[in-house]
């Protein structure tokens, strides 16, 4: 078990379990799981950690959860997270806050409460996938029920 996994539990939230074979030489771990679970990329979503603006006093971490099939629009997720710009966080910065591994960081579950910001086109979806909290593990669920999980907000955070 997760961290990710026993949120959801805890929660009464319904999801289903996908693991795959992890190959440590993949280059793009989103793209290794929608290739191994034989999903279309545009269902799964990575989990990026990001640091707002420090000089606007919201140098707080966020989450931003975009299609694997896509980049991360940072003057987007910026505006989402009410800050005047936006950067990749420190991997160990974002190791620290969430409690996960790079390549295995599940929005759920995170050891620190983070703003999260899903991308609008998960709502399509009936179901989507995240990272289930390792690598090599995903969960699917309902992106209205990982929205309620996470206390999320959805903008159009995807680099076009």
Known sequence: MTPAIDALTKAGIQYQLHEYPHDSQAASYG??????????ATRVFKTLIVSGDPTDNSKQLAVAIVPVSHQLNLKAVAKSINSKKASMADTTAAQNATGYILGGISPLGQKKRLLVTLDSSATQYQTIFVS???????????????????????????AL
């Not at 793209?31 to 279309?40: D, F, K, Q, T």
């Not at 289930?132 to 995807?158: F, M, Y």
Request: proline share 3%.
């Open 132 to 158: 289930g909290g390792k690598r090599g593990l995903e969960i699917e669920l309902s992106p209205n029920d990982l929205i309620k999980q996470c206390n999320a907000i959805t903008a159009d955070i995807k």
């Open 31 to 40: 793209e290794e799981a929608a290739n191994c679970l034989n999903i279309e």
